[in-house]
DNA sequence: CTTTGTGCAAACACTTTGCAAGTCC
DNA sequence: GGACTTGCAAAGTGTTTGCACAAAG
């Protein structure tokens, strides 16, 4: 199983950690779940896939996953927080509080403002993954 | 009691709502909490001031200052909800992943973000505190 | 066969709710 | 008095932990 290019088993071997079938079936619930999902969501995919897998093994995979920089996680319109698959370039959303809608904001625009914050604050920024809250133009109208 | 020249009461009032003593208290506990707080915090100073002011009382309380535009609430640097007097001026931090010190961005800074950000997508941003995470020139070194 | 992971149950922490008594206007 | 608030207790939710058994290397 591989995805963005990194091979899963390898990295888990790397760190002396297993590569179970439940954690295969996580990350593919995950996956599945398309963009961010809540721990509430991937419990019920990864349920349908196995309807064993208990809440406790499901809360220390994805703790796995984050130390093994697989997963990472965002807050999310109100407050919860959000796994996701770490992608290679890092990604950014316009949120709307409105209806809940999303859109990927060019990174550029993004890089460009962590520079300024770099350039001014001698900062290293690091966020593979803001979320910016707002109000979208279909909404606005 | 009045902060950044907002007379709490009348906003009370206004909305039908009563400034008691816990509320009071309350408010002047988040104050005297600093920048942003945790509940944890508010209650433990809030209880210093009033030892028999109730967990449910403050939350309820939080709930009535959120709605009334005298407090809101923001993410700390692991998802925990933090709460905070609302300032005239939007204000941001930097937040530090590996101290946890804060630098306040420059409003304009933020602002010509926002700027792109309305200009490229026709978002109109609505956040009054953004949390940057990221290492500070000191940890870094 | 040693180490790590799983499922279950129990514990823990955080937040919300119902209600009788109290407070504010 | 009438509407809003409080404190207490209880219930919900979300998350973590201990432990015996199972699985992986």
Same mark, same amino acid.
């Given at each position: ?51 064993? +897998?208990?809440?406790?093994? =499901? @809360? ?9 920089? *697989? $997963?990472?996680?965002?807050? %999310? +319109?109100?407050?919860?927080? =959000? @796994? ?9 959303? *316009? $949120?709307?509080?409105?209806? %809940? ?41």
């Amino acid at each position: 199983m591989t995805h963005n290019r990194i091979n899963y088993l390898e990295r888990f071997h790397n760190n002396g950690l297993r590569f179970t079938r439940q954690r295969q079936t996580i990350l593919q619930a995950i996956c599945e779940a398309g963009g961010h999902a809540p721990f509430r969501e991937i419990y019920m995919l990864a349920k349908t896939l196995d309807a064993r +897998i208990d809440r406790s093994t =499901l @809360y220390r995979a994805l703790a796995a996953f984050i130390r093994l920089d *697989l $997963v990472n996680s965002a807050e %999310g +319109i109100h407050g919860e927080r =959000l @796994y996701e698959i770490v992608r290679e370039e890092p990604h950014h959303h *316009l $949120v709307c509080r409105c209806c %809940g809608s999303e859109i990927e904001i060019e990174n550029q625009t993004v890089q460009s403002f962590y520079r300024a914050l770099q350039d001014d604050y001698d900062y290293h920024v690091h966020m593979d993954h803001l979320l910016v809250f707002g109000v979208c133009s279909h909404c606005s109208t």
